[in-house]
């Protein structure tokens, strides 16, 4: 395509040829000196016929606008020939006399460009997006240079009208206001839009700190000035025919607070007569559906990043004792009358109008907003009990099984059923099976009517063969994941319906067959699933693994399916290899360990190599020593050494995991050190010394089961450099949660053998375990007497951080009467556990992070007093700390 002249109206014909025409925005883009030349319009300098060059300048903005948008290979172009640098350079020049066109048509170009930015660099904000990208880079560098404080100086007070009383003014607003909302998708970007000042009020917060604090502007500022401006156009122009308006400043708010309490906490405090939350609220109420769903994710994303509120957490005098609890436990369940809180309101609110669009028939105009609906109640119940509970006593899950039901094509052929769908509706099946996974993961209740009243897996397993919309596989194997989480479904129903076959043929790279229902690429498999197989034959001939490895690793990258895809689908691999279910053994003769060994070393992708390893870690949880002997053929000692000092904690944190649950029995133990030597002690010595509490855990659980070892081995244990010492700053600075896998490890070394006492005195531990018990308001002596005797609650330890060591583990034992030795055997695998049942709550976000924790930006740690198991927990500690200590004081006299 080639431009005669650069004329205003050459380029209006140039733009309405590529405007909706990918073919035709190609063609223009490879003329790169027209490309150029249009850039340089932009900055056009100034002259005589102001009028003419001001419509050049439009017409060039408007064909940028459209070139940045539908095609990669026209959006590099721009980015190459730094396109937004010259919107942004442009708009640095404005003056107040500035025409409102021009003003309006460089903001919205700078939008669209902006927009089509980040959506390349994602996370996707509506479900997935193709995650290969050949101007990744680029997109990056130019979105970081968007969110530079000096680049966000220039567009940022465009939010200003220049003249209020003008409703035309306020089309540059709106189109900022709508750029926030679809390019804020990090945390990063968050806090820089969350801490911007105009330069003026930046200045003068300067100066009126004092030394070190000018170099440290608040994170926290009461008033946010893009947050109060969002509010502001709400309050001053939210008339009903200006919704695109208001549906920006609502995107926009939402955008800035997800997972952020400080955007979330200033929205629910009064400003001047009620809280800006209260003016979101109302628009929920709104004519138009895009206003409604943009309150309702604004105020989703508000209450999900809400920090705890102090009333929600029992004060101490509460539960000082039996009958002050039973106490309160009454008077919180006295009927009495009260009006729900604003939080109330706005819950049950969100969840009736999304409730009201999913329900609706689904047709193409209803498509794009009972997707968004599904998104938003997602994003409501992750991942919170509570939330799912009462959205699906509205009906949402009913709702939900309706209308994936009635977008399941169950009669037509199974080769052609996306043939002919419009994108809308696979998108739609997509949001729908999601919404169902996220409200799935909370309760055995909800994941056993999804498989037993509302007859969903049919459903699912079409959505696992779909072909041309990644989305709907991943969407399918989140709601595998999630429903397989229950014992009963994952005896039951994932091996009648297939599915926990199919799921595996995913994470092998074959294919699934065409019959719904139940996997038909090999039916005699899906027969075998019946827990009659036996767990020690996994070992394949040479021919047999060779073949196998050439079959799982033929495509372009190996992996057989998008990354995306895959995680999922080992997320409910993880769930599926537990010691419970049936399938383990199949699994295993399937040649899963070759998989997930070829995965951890060839992937190169950090979420899919820590699945993979917590699916090792799952498998060799209560299972004979010939498997876990099997199993560690395929992933080496010396691999498996290498895991737990990786550079990615979360691969630490699962390395260390498995080999707690190695070490659960005593051949365990003598396999441990006999392939590892003194060397997995070292590795446990750093590994309690780690910056990261979830490692600190693991290898805290870790050293307990290997300290049930021989004599020999608790002897290498006390004596190994740096052990001892690293168990005393567990016990003295850490979490009830690692506290207790250390005391047990102390309790263990001192039954086995109390004259090690100078070693536990040498190394503080003695001292740590009298302060431990002094805490809780007793003294240490007569500890005999005192054991059953719950310690007081004043004591100061740290919650429960949460940690894996509470799912899949057997309860920990209590301490023994003091009367009597305890033998140290039947205590193995008392610390084994799994955590495949909390597996990234998260990941069903559409956005796969390197860490498999995601940490809200501003995120406040817990309150001392979060829950009675926290309580328990602590109870727990000082029991075994006095328990442990007793032996190391007195239990001379026991031995013979």
């Known amino acids: 395509m080639t431009i005669p002249s650069l004329t205003v109206t050459n380029l209006k014909k140039a733009k309405n040829v590529v405007i909706g025409n990918p073919l035709a925005k190609v063609q223009l883009v490879r003329d790169t000196h027209f490309i150029s030349t249009l850039i340089d319009c932009l900055n056009a300098p100034y002259s005589s016929e102001k009028s003419t060059n001001d419509a050049l300048r439009i017409e060039a903005a408007h064909i940028i606008a459209s070139l940045s948008y539908g095609s990669e290979e026209a959006l590099g172009t721009l980015l190459r020939a730094n396109a937004h640098h010259a919107f942004v350079y442009a708009i640095s020049y404005f003056t107040p006399s500035e025409p409102l066109s021009v003003r309006a048509a460089f903001s919205r170009a700078l939008r669209t460009l902006a927009a089509s930015i980040a959506d390349v660099v994602g996370p996707s904000m509506w479900g997935l997006r193709p995650d290969r990208s050949m101007i990744r880079n680029e997109a990056r560098h130019a979105l970081e240079y968007l969110f530079q404080t000096e680049t966000l100086d220039i567009y940022?007070?465009?939010?200003?009208?220049?003249?209020?009383?003008?409703?035309?003014?306020?089309?540059?607003?709106?189109?900022i206001a709508q750029m926030l909302s679809t390019t804020i998708r990090s945390d990063v970007n968050r806090r820089a839009v969350t801490e911007w000042l105009p330069p003026a009020e930046r200045q003068r917060e300067v100066k009126s700190r004092r030394g070190w604090e000018k170099t440290a502007l608040s994170a926290s500022h009461t008033s946010p000035w893009v947050a109060r401006q969002l509010i502001a156009l709400l309050g001053e122009y939210r008339r009903e025919y200006d919704c695109k308006l208001v549906e920006a400043c609502l995107s926009a708010l939402a955008a800035l607070a997800k997972e952020n309490p400080i955007i979330a906490t200033f929205l629910t405090k009064p400003l001047v007569d009620a809280p800006p939350l209260e003016t979101i609220l109302k628009f929920t109420k709104s004519r138009t559906v895009d206003v409604q769903l943009a309150a309702c994710i604004c105020i989703t994303h508000i209450l999900r990043a809400l920090?705890?509120?102090?009333?929600?957490?029992?004060?101490?005098?509460?539960?000082?004792?039996?009958?002050?609890?039973?106490?309160?436990?009454?008077?919180?369940?006295?009927?009495?009358?009260?009006?729900?809180?604003?939080?109330?309101?706005?819950?049950?609110?969100?969840?009736?109008?999304?409730?009201?669009?999913?329900?609706?028939?689904?047709s193409t105009d209803s498509h794009k907003s009972q997707t968004k609906a599904c998104y938003i109640l997602h994003h409501l119940v992750s991942d919170n009990d509570t939330f799912c509970h009462d959205a699906s006593k509205r009906g949402c899950l009913d709702n939900l099984g309706e209308l994936v039901r009635s977008i399941n094509p169950t009669e037509s052929d199974p080769n052609e059923w996306e043939e002919g769908e419009p994108e809308s509706l696979a998108a739609l099946r997509e949001a729908a099976l999601i919404a169902l996974a996220s409200l799935a993961l909370s309760s055995d209740d909800i994941r056993r009517r999804i498989t037993d009243e509302l007859s969903l897996l049919p459903c699912i397993s079409r959505a696992l063969r779909a072909k041309?919309?990644?989305?709907?596989?991943?969407?399918?194997?989140?709601?595998?994941?999630?429903?397989?989480?229950?014992?009963?479904?994952?005896?039951?129903?994932?091996?009648?319906?297939?599915?926990?076959?199919?799921?595996?043929?995913?994470?092998?790279?074959?294919?699934?067959?065409?019959?719904?229902?139940?996997?038909?690429?090999?039916?005699?498999?899906?027969?075998?699933?019946?827990?009659?197989?036996?767990?020690?034959?996994?070992k394949k001939s040479k021919d047999e693994s060779s073949s196998m490895d050439t079959s799982v690793t033929g495509t372009r990258d190996g992996l057989g399916e998008d990354r995306r895809v895959l995680g999922a689908a080992l997320s409910a691999v993880c769930n599926i290899v537990n010691d419970f279910s049936p399938l383990r053994p199949i699994y295993l003769e399937e040649k899963l360990m070759p998989r997930l060994v070829y995965i951890l070393r060839e992937s190169g992708d950090p979420p899919l190599r820590l699945n993979a390893l917590w699916a090792v870690k799952n498998l060799v949880k209560k299972t004979s020593t010939e498997t876990k002997r099997d199993i560690m053929s395929h992933i080496g000692w010396t691999q498996l050494s290498d895991f737990l000092s990786d550079a990615d904690e979360d691969i630490q944190e699962q390395g260390f995991y498995t080999l707690r649950n190695l070490a659960e029995n005593e051949e365990g133990i003598a396999m441990i050190f006999r392939e590892l030597g003194p060397q997995v002690l070292e590795k446990i010595v750093a590994g309690l010394r780690s910056s990261c509490t979830d490692v600190v855990l693991q290898a805290a659980f870790a050293i307990a089961n290997l300290a049930n070892g021989s004599h020999d081995q608790q002897d290498m244990i006390l004596r190994f450099p740096g052990m001892l010492t690293s168990l005393q700053s567990c016990l003295a600075e850490s979490t009830s949660d690692i506290r207790r896998p250390a005391v047990s490890c102390i309790l263990t070394l001192a039954q086995?053998?109390?004259?090690?006492?100078?070693?536990?005195?040498?190394?503080?531990?003695?001292?740590?375990?009298?302060?431990?018990?002094?805490?809780?308001?007793?003294?240490?002596?007569?500890?005999?007497?005192?054991?059953?005797?719950?310690?007081?609650?004043?004591?100061?330890?740290?919650?429960?951080?949460?940690?894996?060591?509470?799912?899949?583990?057997?309860?920990?034992?209590?301490?023994?009467?003091?009367?009597?030795?305890?033998p140290v055997t039947g205590v193995y695998g008392s610390w084994g556990g799994s955590g495949s049942m909390h597996h990234h709550s998260h990941s069903l976000a559409h956005h796969v992070p390197a860490s498999g924790r995601i940490q809200p930006y501003g995120h406040t740690s817990h309150h001392s007093w979060s829950s009675p198991m926290a309580l328990e927990d602590d109870r727990d500690v000082i029991q075994r700390a006095r328990t442990a200590l007793e032996w190391l004081e007195r239990g001379e006299t026991y031995l013979t």
């Open 468 to 538: 041309r919309h990644t989305g709907t596989r991943y969407a399918a194997c989140q709601c595998v994941r999630a429903i397989s989480r229950a014992v009963s479904v994952l005896r039951t129903s994932i091996v009648d319906s297939g599915l926990g076959m199919d799921v595996l043929r995913i994470v092998l790279g074959q294919d699934l067959g065409d019959r719904y229902g139940g996997s038909s690429s090999n039916p005699g498999t899906v027969g075998n699933a019946t827990g009659k197989a036996k767990e020690g034959g996994t």
């Open 307 to 362: 920090p705890p509120s102090p009333s929600s957490i029992p004060p101490p005098h509460s539960m000082t004792s039996p009958t002050s609890a039973t106490t309160s436990h009454s008077l919180a369940h006295t009927p009495a009358p009260h009006k729900p809180s604003l939080e109330e309101d706005c819950k049950r609110t969100v969840i009736n109008v999304v409730n009201g669009m999913i329900s609706s028939p689904p």
């Open 752 to 822: 086995s053998n109390p004259r090690r006492r100078k070693e536990m005195m040498d190394a503080g531990i003695i001292s740590t375990l009298r302060r431990l018990c002094e805490w809780s308001g007793h003294s240490t002596h007569g500890l005999g007497h005192g054991h059953n005797h719950p310690p007081a609650i004043g004591v100061s330890l740290s919650p429960t951080s949460g940690g894996a060591g509470h799912w899949g583990g057997r309860s920990p034992l209590r301490s023994p009467p003091s009367h009597a030795p305890v």
């Open 156 to 175: 940022l007070p465009l939010l200003l009208p220049p003249s209020p009383s003008i409703p035309a003014a306020y089309a540059v607003s709106t189109s």
